[in-house]
């Protein structure tokens, strides 16, 4: 197809933010770094390689992932601990601030519900940004690793991916069966993981993670969470993922609460405000 004669004046149409997030409910990020000050550790989860293990946190306690042994990615999955149709919402969490999440950034959840699960209280790979690639750290706009992709493009049958992962240890917390836990897997922050998008292709794309041990990303819950982690099968994702050859690690996740009176004036957010009539 010939292009049009106004192809170039198209083009050069400029862009418009789809939502702005000047009048978005910003967290008091100045009490929550108050509060760091004070914590006191509750529990830890340590997620063997290749798995996932699932964790509990409260509403108004931290919580820490980090990377402990060598460099590795993680994927994780939210839920509201009471209900587990309210979960993590990794589009609408792009959709407001972008393809990667830092500092000061939440993780929302979905509808009907559209509120904060956890904000991101540090993330000690905030220094990274944006590389010479398009590239950056902690991203929302990928999946997880599964064995259907695996098997439309290479006919595998590979059972340790971040999906698979994921369902093994939700069926385990739950008691649903495997079955009955996989519809409530959904899409995850890339914990760790440094991605971006091809400049000619548009293709999703990773490269070496930056994580070191002693690396870490926390968060403060909003509501009660469910958490899972999967230590991702690519390790820090520099050539693959869904294998048994790439270095891979575990990953730590340590809950912390803290002190009485530290988060006063904090309260869990309520669900969206929206009345859901949908115009009937």
Sequence with gaps: MQQPPDAAARRAIPPVICYPTDTLPQPDMALYTAAR???QKTGETLVPARDARTFHVPAGHFFCITSVDGP??????????????????????????GTHI???QRMWSSFPHLRPMATVT??????YGKDDFGGSVHDVIGTRC????????????????CHSNLIRALADETGLSPADAEPHVHDVL?????????????????K??????????????????????????????????????AACHPLLVEVFAPAPGALDGWHSPAPNGYDRSHGR
């Design 208 to 245: 070496a993670s930056p994580v070191r041990p002693g690396d870490y990303i926390e968060f403060l819950a909003e509501i009660e969470l469910l958490g899972a982690l999967s230590a991702c099968p690519g390790g820090d994702c520099s050539a693959e993922h869904s294998s048994d050859t």
């Design 37 to 39: 000050a004070t914590l």
């Design 122 to 127: 540090h993330d000690t790979l905030h220094w």
């Design 72 to 97: 590795q990615v993680g994927d994780l999955n939210l839920w509201n601990a009471n209900d587990l149709s309210e979960r993590f919402y990794s589009g609408k969490t792009r959709a407001l601030h």
């Design 190 to 206: 890339n914990v760790f993981m440094c991605t971006g998008f091809t400049r000619d292709t548009g293709q999703y794309f990773m």
């Design 102 to 104: 830092t500092t000061g």
């Design 146 to 161: 599964d064995p259907y992709t695996g098997n439309l493009l290479s006919g595998t049958q590979y059972h340790h991916c």
